[in-house]
């Protein structure tokens, strides 16, 4: 499974940024997939995830600001940012756990594949 992360870039406090991951490698509707991201010296932190169904899942700090959404027919799997603060700073990676994965998709060990990640920096 091979995910690239894109859309990443600076932005001022308030703005918005849409980032997408294309997947390719496995049948995409069948996969689940999430976004992460990380700062410097911290741990990789779940950002959002959406099933393979179609149902959403955020981190507190993403809910009502950030939105995930897939679209089958391009094997891409999208987060709107809106409402950026500084601390939303990071590299944010796209990731995918296996198929037909059960657990919680918040676990950072649940996902066995991941983008090279795409570089999000908010200005005050």
């Known amino acids: 499974v091979q995910l690239q992360a894109s859309g990443g870039g600076l932005v001022q406090a308030g703005g918005s940024l849409r980032l997408s991951c294309a997947a390719s490698g496995r049948t995409f509707s069948s996969s689940d997939m999430g976004w992460f991201r990380q700062t410097p010296g911290k741990e990789r932190e779940f950002v959002a995830a959406?099933?393979?169904?179609?149902?959403?899942y955020y981190a507190d700090s993403a809910k009502g600001r950030f939105t995930i959404s897939r679209d089958n027919a391009k094997s891409t799997v999208y987060l709107q940012m809106n409402s950026l603060k500084p601390e939303d700073t990071a590299r944010y990676y796209c990731?995918?756990?296996?198929?037909?994965?059960?657990?919680?998709?918040?676990?950072?060990?649940?996902?066995?594949?991941w983008g090279q990640g795409t570089l999000v920096t908010v200005s005050s």
């Open positions: 959406i099933s393979w169904r179609g149902s959403p």
């Open positions: 990731a995918a756990p296996p198929l037909y994965y059960s657990g919680s998709y918040s676990q950072r060990s649940a996902y066995a594949y």
